[in-house]
């Protein structure tokens, strides 16, 4: 491990940089990321980079941090978490917190989501400030905490309590994009451009109370079993967005040949779900890029096991394309469901109906500049990030932390699961690929 001597210099390894971040034990919940952001703060502070320490609760800091550009772009954000998900239950071949290279990697918690992604930032970020690079405009640098618990006091206590800091900002990088992967024999790039929209939804459902020892039927239960069972049987509508059409045309026209026409032909409304249901968990990760999605995650019930109640009620965790509202996620529900069942809106975060894909080219010409042989993809992604608060501001996220992986390597199910790691190389690869975004940013 490297001694605090070392640190100032830090940023020239990224890879023992990674290192030293996996090493702090940020599991959220609790948290705990004070001792991260501090040991960030004597690695910018020592560069002569100038901090500030934003907070809701003392021990779970944000850091933000300003480099002066020459006023010829917008400011650019630069924006990570380090809060990291658990490993409880995990049999890990190496200590999830020790950082250990071994067979070419980094192995610990973080690796991926998103330390990895934090020391790339970091590495390009202080090297610009010591190599007295001139930033096309300034380039803000935000480390946060609380993403992996909906952010609460990490980027949503930001935009909502400090936007100031954020002031002129059109474009940002962070998470989830960036990695490769390969479809077919060709090497991709995604770049998230979208992301789907949280919209949590509560159903309840009515019938009459009484005694555990009396037969129930056709009551409060059943009629959630009826609407479980719908719900598992048929897919909400399908919808073609501007970022699935991006994304699907470019992998199509790339990989070319049947592959190419079959996978083209999902943005086909008439024989989207045919092909869905042909391919099967090849095509997996595809569904809900294509549809509105609704999973049951919650119930709530009787509190006595000898009681039938009078009403139950299942939360939903329900997903909207970019453009959709809830009333949209209402009305497709409706003709699954029917009428009889009460509906209401626990959580709507709503993001833009369209991207901007102005940065976009710029990144891809990087990231084909480093890897010739990979394709940058525009990325809709399935799920959700900090980039939805950033929208609030009128702020463009892109998902772009540059991570080259062997073919075999399995992202989706390395990232939140045992032996999380990264390549040695893929580290100071990303870091690199930032470092030339904030030469040439516009």
């Known amino acids: 491990m490297a001694s605090s001597g070392d640190i100032p210099s830090l940023y020239q390894r990224p890879a023992e940089l990674l290192q030293r971040l996996i090493r702090f034990d940020t599991t959220n919940p609790p948290g705990n990321e004070a001792e991260c952001i501090a040991f960030i703060d004597e690695l910018l502070t020592g560069a002569g980079i100038k901090t500030s320490i934003l907070a809701q609760a003392p021990e779970r800091p944000n850091l933000v941090a300003r480099l002066s550009g020459q006023g010829k772009a917008s400011p650019l954000l630069l924006y990570g ?23 070419g990697f980094i192995w610990g918690r973080g690796a991926l989501d998103m330390k990895g992604g934090i020391a790339m930032m970091l590495a390009a970020f202080i090297r610009a400030k010591k190599e007295g690079l001139a930033l096309p405009g300034d380039v803000v640098l935000a480390i946060v905490s609380d993403e992996e618990t909906l952010g609460g006091l990490g980027t949503k206590f930001l935009v909502e309590n400090h936007p100031h800091l954020f002031d002129g900002i059109r474009y940002a990088i962070g998470e989830f994009g960036g990695f490769s992967l ?65 994304m699907f045309k470019t992998v199509a026209s790339t990989l070319g040949g049947l592959n190419g026409f079959i ?18 968990e090849r095509c997996h990760v595809f569904d809900p890029l294509l549809h509105n999605t609704v999973n049951a995650t919650v119930l709530h019930g009787s509190d006595k096991i000898n009681v039938v109640p009078g009403a139950v009620s299942v939360e939903l965790d329900g997903r909207l394309l970019p453009g ?6 209402i009305a497709e529900l409706r003709r699954i469901i029917g009428p009889d069942v009460e509906l209401k809106v626990l959580k709507f975060d709503p993001g833009p109906a369209e991207p901007d894909m102005g940065l976009f080219n710029k990144l891809a010409d990087i990231l084909s500049e480093f890897d010739p042989e990979g394709k940058p993809l525009p990325l809709l992604l399935g799920g959700t990030s ?8 009128g702020i463009q996220t892109y998902g772009y932390l540059p ?40």
Request: include cysteine; aromatic fraction near 10%.
């Open 81 to 103: 978490h380090v809060d990291v998900v658990t490993t409880e239950n995990q049999k890990w071949q190496h200590p999830p917190f020790e950082g250990k290279i071994a067979d």
């Open 182 to 246: 390969y479809v077919g024999k060709k090497k991709f790039y995604p770049i998230s451009v979208a992301e789907k929209q949280v919209c949590w939804i509560k159903a309840t459902f009515q019938g009459p109370a009484g005694h555990g020892a009396l037969p129930a039927r056709g009551g409060a239960m059943a009629k959630l079993a009826t609407f479980l069972k719908k719900l598992d049987k048929k897919r909400l509508p399908v919808h073609i967005t501007s970022s699935a059409q991006l």
């Open 263 to 280: 996978l083209g032909q999902l943005l086909n409304p008439s024989l989207t779900n045919i092909l869905l249901n042909a391919l099967g």
């Open 324 to 329: 959709f509202k809830p009333d949209d996620m």
């Open 386 to 393: 900090d980039a939805r608060f950033f929208t609030r501001l």
């Open 403 to 442: 991570t080259p992986l062997p073919k075999d390597f399995n992202f989706s199910k390395t990232i939140h699961a045992a032996d999380e790691r990264i390549p040695v190389e893929a580290v100071d690869f990303g870091s690199n690929a930032i470092y030339e975004v904030l030469k040439r940013f516009e």
